[in-house]
T-cell receptor
Framework: GENVEQHPSTLSVQEGDSAVIKCTYS??????FPWYKQELGKRPQLIID?????GEKKDQRIAVTLNKTAKHFSLHITETQPEDSAVYFC????????????FGAGTQVVVTP | SAVISQKPSRDICQRGTSLTIQCQVD?????MFWYRQQPGQSLTLIAT?????????ESGFVIDKFPISRPNLTFSTLTVSNMSPEDSSIYLC???????????FGPGTRLTVL
């Protein structure tokens, strides 16, 4: 089955700096890669996703890149703010396993003022 | 986005009892899912709740322990049976909506088993 690895497990950045989280996946049939942000005690919130027919997607300060050949994808947060502090999860799923997400272990991001 | 609600939001239960968690989606969805998030951990898929047929369970999860119902396209229940302290987790309902084809999560049910 699919295996998703996520690094780093914790990330501390100064406000205004950029944060990058990287994930690798094992199943070459995976074609959907969402990123979720989870604040303490709250539900995971979808922040951005990318499909395998696209190499990069951007939404304001957040961007995701996908390298299908290397089977890795990354989340980039620019101009970080204290409210970006949360746990971020990457995930992957196959087209024939619609909705069955395999999650990475998560990255605790701390943005210090 | 989809509005997904769950009841109860949290519960404290005794060992050996069962708890049924309800999930309601604000619109019809083809598939609903149940995930578990153990304390400080990532999310793990328990099963897919299929409308009109039996749920499909992932490796390590069985119907006797986690029976699931899906009576219609907006509602599902997950029962955690014969609970032990190891079942203490957050249980999250999820639905994937076509159109934008994105997946959303409910607020979760925080279960503590004593």
């Amino acid at each position: 089955g699919e295996n998703v690895e996520q690094h780093p497990s914790t990330l501390s950045v100064q406000e205004g700096d950029s944060a990058v989280i990287k994930c690798t996946y094992s199943d070459s049939a995976s074609n959907y890669f969402p990123w979720y942000k989870q604040e303490l005690g709250k539900r995971p919130q979808l922040i951005i996703d990318i499909r395998s027919n696209v190499g990069e997607k951007k939404d304001q300060r957040i961007a995701v890149t996908l390298n299908k050949t290397a089977k890795h994808f990354s989340l980039h947060i620019t101009e970080t703010q204290p409210e970006d502090s949360a746990v971020y999860f990457c995930a992957a799923s196959r087209g024939d396993s619609w909705g069955k997400l395999q999650f990475g272990a998560g990255t605790q991001v701390v943005v210090t003022p | 986005s989809a509005v997904i609600s769950q009841k109860p939001s949290r519960d404290i239960c005794q060992r050996g009892t069962s708890l049924t968690i309800q999930c309601q989606v604000d619109s019809q969805v083809t598939m609903m899912f149940w995930y578990r998030q153990q304390p400080g951990q990532s999310l793990t898929l328990i099963a897919t709740a299929n409308q009109g047929s039996e749920a499909t369970y992932e490796s390590g999860f069985v119907i006797d322990k986690f029976p699931i119902s899906r009576p219609n396209l907006t509602f599902s229940t997950l029962t955690v049976s014969n609970m032990s302290p190891e079942d203490s987790s957050i249980y999250l309902c999820s639905a994937r909506k076509p159109g934008p084809d994105t997946q959303y999560f409910g607020p979760g049910t925080r279960l503590t088993v004593l």
